[in-house]
């Protein structure tokens, strides 16, 4: 199973941004997808994610300028990133679970908000 991520770089603050996250391999059938962030010398925290059904749940620092979709056919998941902020720096990482509760991650994509 191989998540390949794209869309991460350099941008000012107020700017946007958009993460792709496509899942290829022998995945069986993926229920979650979302996307987690790690800023230098903080855990790792959950930014969104979003559910086979539809539901969405997304971290309240980043509610009103972020916005995750999915793409099933291509097992792809996308994150808008609108308004950012220099606090949003981080390395960015893709996550998904199959039906089989078994997780994978990305390799991760920097963004980085300049001020």
Do not use: H
Request: with cysteine; glycine share 12%; charged share 15%.
């Amino acid at each position: 199973v191989q998540l390949v991520e794209s869309g991460g770089g350099l941008v000012q603050a107020g700017g946007s941004l958009r993460l792709s996250c496509a899942a290829s391999g022998s995945i069986f059938s993926i229920t979650s997808m979302g996307w987690y962030r790690q800023a230098p010398g903080k855990q790792r925290e959950l930014v969104a994610t979003i559910t086979s059904g539809g539901s969405f749940n997304y971290a309240d620092s980043v509610k009103g300028r972020f916005t995750i979709s999915r793409d099933n056919a291509k097992n792809t998941v996308y994150l808008q990133m609108n308004s950012l902020k220099p606090e949003d720096t981080a390395v960015y990482y893709c996550n998904i679970w199959n039906v089989l509760g078994i997780q994978y991650w990305g390799q991760g994509t920097q963004v980085t908000v300049s001020s």
